[in-house]
């Protein structure tokens, strides 16, 4: 009996060898991996019938499953990332430098080709027309030219015959200038002096502004064919005794309107309207201006000559 105690048993010494000191975290992470792939590899067996693998096995797979487990993607190095960023900066700006280079170039052969074009025209002139207004000097003819003078009216100017954007280009003391197209005429301008009596029996009545007795007594020498002037009413201007609306239209209207606006300083004229065009003192270079259409005959202008004084 005592040598039965004594016996060791063989399992017990293989099991033995296989007790480690401290568990690998490998093993941590196999462990619940292993179980179950045993659970899954059971099932597995019992339904198609194959063996279930065994404890050697599972140990064997645990390193690799602990390399998938731990495995992570290579970090992507922030300098390469900014250094990519400020590559692509340089070359955006780079790009923008030289479509700005090309642009500067372009403008600077339009501006070049236009200079040659207008000395051309300077030099092929040959015309000579007269100023019908005192009229503004421009740069140029668009929108962007700058205003470099005035041209008094029965000035005899000399003319290239271009035109463009509502004006036309004259020489003055030899350099290109551009003014409102319709105010140059190959007949020198005759003023119609105003003054004179007053015959057909028109009146404005008393109160209206002094001036406005001078533009009646003025249209009325010149043309008695006007009888009918209209002064106060209860709006703006003509509530003041500053207006008066002189009922005319046609080409007579016309007559009026730039004989009030050539004696406009002896009138203290500060701006008329007619045709659904007005012109001013302070704006008296650019000639008579287009004006929306307010609707109407009358609304428009075309029945009358409307006059304002200061």
Request: aromatic share 6%; proline share 1%.
């Given at each position: 009996m005592a040598k039965h105690r004594h016996k060791r048993e063989t399992n017990a010494r293989v099991f033995t060898r296989f007790i480690p000191r401290a568990i690998p975290r490998a093993a941590i992470v196999a462990a619940p991996i292993a179980v179950m792939a045993t659970l899954s590899a059971v099932t597995l067996g019992v339904v198609e019938g194959e063996p279930v693998s065994s404890d050697a096995d599972l140990r064997a797979e645990a390193p690799r499953v602990e390399a998938a487990l731990t495995k992570r993607e290579a970090p992507v190095s922030?300098?390469?990332?900014?250094?990519?960023?400020?590559?692509?900066?340089?070359?955006?700006?780079?790009?923008?430098?030289?479509?700005?280079?090309?642009?500067?170039?372009?403008?600077?052969?339009?501006?070049?080709?236009?200079?040659?074009?207008?000395?051309?025209?300077?030099?092929?002139?040959?015309?000579?027309?007269?100023?019908?207004?005192?009229?503004?000097?421009?740069?140029?003819?668009?929108?962007?030219?700058?205003?470099?003078?005035?041209?008094d009216s029965g000035k005899k100017v000399?003319?290239?015959?271009?035109?463009?954007?509502?004006?036309?280009?004259?020489?003055?003391?030899?350099?290109?200038?551009?003014?409102?197209?319709?105010?140059?005429?190959?007949?020198?301008?005759?003023?119609k002096a105003v003054g004179g009596a007053c015959t057909n029996g028109t009146s404005v009545p008393s109160g209206v502004d002094p001036s406005i007795v001078k533009v009646h007594r003025a249209v009325c020498a010149a043309f008695p064919q006007v009888t009918t002037y209209g002064t106060f009413r209860?709006?703006?201007?003509?509530?003041?005794?500053?207006?008066?609306?002189?009922?005319?239209?046609?080409?007579?209207?016309?007559?009026?309107?730039?004989?009030?606006?050539?004696?406009?300083?002896?009138?203290?004229?500060?701006?008329?309207?007619?045709?659904?065009?007005?012109?001013?003192?302070?704006?008296?270079?650019?000639?008579?201006?287009?004006?929306?259409?307010?609707?109407?005959v009358t609304a428009n202008h075309y029945d009358h000559v409307h006059v304002t004084v200061y």
């Open positions: 922030r300098t390469q990332s900014r250094r990519s960023i400020a590559v692509g900066k340089a070359v955006a700006k780079a790009a923008t430098a030289a479509e700005a280079a090309e642009a500067a170039e372009a403008a600077r052969a339009a501006a070049a080709k236009e200079r040659r074009k207008t000395q051309r025209a300077i030099n092929g002139a040959t015309t000579k027309l007269w100023t019908t207004a005192t009229l503004n000097l421009w740069s140029a003819s668009g929108d962007d030219a700058e205003k470099v003078g005035l041209i000399l003319v290239t015959g271009r035109k463009a954007d509502g004006r036309e280009e004259i020489v003055l003391q030899g350099s290109a200038r551009w003014v409102t197209t319709g105010y140059l005429d190959d007949e020198k301008p005759v003023v209860n709006d703006g201007e003509h509530g003041q005794g500053r207006a008066v609306d002189i009922m005319i239209s046609g080409e007579t209207g016309w007559e009026i309107a730039e004989m009030l606006r050539a004696n406009h300083a002896a009138l203290g004229i500060e701006y008329l309207i007619y045709a659904q065009k007005i012109w001013s003192v302070e704006r008296g270079g650019e000639g008579w201006r287009g004006m929306s259409d307010r609707g109407s």
